[in-house]
């Protein structure tokens, strides 16, 4: 018996339902119903009581429920306070994916030192480290970080997203193709070209609105073809002559004057910016990073470097 396995049973009992509880716990439904077995087994009883309609607590489930809930809420309370106040005593963690972390950051240590007008005052000392999006939901919901830099994410119980910016995707091209004489371009009018997107288990939530929008418009998924690195995604076309699809923010970081950004005019959504942190455990420095960070990507001038 472990926490992690009563922490998997008490959001079972609070949704009745395994996959919600495990999206809530970022694991796997798999994860949660292990997790659940195994104490089940340690306990010599069953918890619950399941079928493939529904989930129900059995008369042991109910009174274990009920013993552990109020020292399982102490033991969080106590690890937020013990992390509160180890949080006081050291640099402020932002994990950034690496393309946001190429692009931000940098204006982010440029204002914590008043150079450039996104300055909001004395910024906190911080520290980056390099994460993809699913990364980061589970280390703000654990306490590892205090501020994730991602893409777009769903709402998750316990972590507070704030919208940074909201940018177009686009279609990357080189500048001597066709369809860069376009102000915006359709995916319908690349639906016979062989199109290349970045790693798609980098953010799942980004490339599920994209495939949507792929699907909608009748590409064939033997066209989507990913390459390694969001920085890699401009040679591949300006050597390759295929069609790049990536957000928008990509013509702020590419050194090809080759390559030219149009925006995807039939996009179902715009892609977020998002700094995430715990909900409960937003301290003076996450607020005051966050704020910084609002004002910095509220300065990207994109529209200059789509013209």
Not at 110 to 138: F, K
Not at 205 to 211: F, K, N, R
Not at 228 to 235: C, P, T
Not at 287 to 294: D, G, H, P, R, T
């Amino acid at each position: 018996m472990n926490l992690r396995q009563m922490e998997c049973f008490l959001a079972v009992v609070q949704d009745m339902h395994f996959r919600r509880a495990a999206d809530r716990l970022h694991l796997s439904p798999a994860s949660v119903s292990e997790a659940v077995s195994s104490l089940e087994r340690s306990l010599g009883g069953r918890l619950f009581e399941r079928t493939s309609r529904r989930v129900r607590l059995t008369p042991l489930g109910a009174e274990f429920a009920a013993s552990i809930r109020q020292p399982i809420d102490d033991l969080h309370r106590a690890h937020g306070a013990a992390r509160q106040q180890a949080v006081s005593h050291r640099d402020a963690v932002i994990a950034h994916t690496p393309e946001l972390g190429h692009l931000i950051l940098p204006r982010l240590v440029a204002a914590g030192s008043g150079d450039t007008v996104d300055a909001v005052g004395l910024l906190p000392a911080w520290r980056p480290i390099a994460m993809h999006t699913p990364g980061q939901l589970t280390a703000v919901a654990d306490g590892e970080i205090d501020v994730g830099l991602c893409w777009s994410v769903p709402e998750q119980t316990g972590i507070d997203s704030v919208v940074l910016g909201e940018f177009p995707l686009v279609a990357v091209l080189r500048s001597s193709d066709p369809l860069a004489s376009h102000a915006e371009v359709s995916l319908t009018q690349i639906r016979s070209r062989q199109i290349l997107v970045t790693p798609r288990a980098d953010n799942p939530y980004l490339d599920s609105q994209l495939q949507a929008d792929v699907t909608r418009a009748g590409i064939p998924r033997a066209h989507i073809e990913e390459v390694a690195r969001y920085d890699e995604l401009v040679v591949h076309v300006a050597t390759r002559g295929h069609v790049g699809i990536h957000p928008g923010p990509i013509a702020l970081t590419s050194p090809l004057s080759s390559v030219v950004f149009r925006p995807i005019a039939d996009a179902s959504d715009r892609v977020r910016i998002c700094a995430i942190s715990h909900s409960r455990e937003r301290s003076p420095s996450t607020i005051s990073l966050i704020e910084s960070l609002y004002m910095i990507v509220a300065a990207l001038d994109l529209e200059r470097a789509l013209n």
